[in-house]
């Protein structure tokens, strides 16, 4: 079963702000939020630690148009 990081986990997990996030994620350079309810959303734990993995490895997010 896929876990869902929460708002906070993911700031706290990346060490970006909220915003940067948003940014990055609107450009197609982080992992895509899925909505969990109608005022609530998450990302998949999988997808933002890969993400970070990612980084360490010195691998550069693709832009996704």
């Known amino acids: 079963m896929a876990s ?3 708002r906070k986990e993911v700031t706290e997990a990346t ?3 909220y915003t940067s ?3 990055k994620e609107r450009a197609g350079l982080f ?3 899925r909505q969990l309810g109608v005022r609530s959303v998450g990302w998949l734990r999988s997808e933002v630690e890969g993400w970070i993995e990612g980084l360490a490895a010195g691998i550069r ?3 996704k148009a």
Do not use: A, C, E, V
């Open 4 to 6: 869902i990081m929460r």
């Open 15 to 17: 060490g970006l702000s």
């Open 21 to 23: 996030i948003f940014n």
């Open 31 to 33: 992992p895509s939020r």
């Open 61 to 63: 997010p693709i832009h």
